[in-house]
């Protein structure tokens, strides 16, 4: 596989997970990068390490925090270390909204992906393990 290659195949992963985000965020009245952030939050991350997780600003993260949390998802915490950093966290009903999020990602991606081969699939998901770490 040429380097073309692999960009390829992770432009055309990428823009598949967008569109299932942009589909289900659609649904639920929140961005894409709402629903991305929720999702993102399974420990208590600092808007700097969400920023990072979301490859935008901390602004960004700012903003997408404070209209999060007027609906009652998310709430900041203080660092237990650092009083200057702010933690964030989910709500119950945020945790709510995020288990539904996580199972409609799933199950639309099982149905855009589940005319792939197996072994084609497992390409995939190597390749995700692998840039993910």
Known sequence: MTSEDLAAAVAALHREVSLLYTEIARDLELTSQQTQLLCALSRRPS???L????GCDKTNVTGMVDRLEKRGLLAREPDARDRRISRVV???AGDELRQRIRHR???AATERFGNLAPEERARYAALAAVLTG
């Open 47 to 49: 808007f700097g390490e």
């Open 51 to 54: 920023a990072a997780t979301l």
């Open 90 to 92: 989910l709500t119950h």
């Open 105 to 107: 990602f799933g199950a």
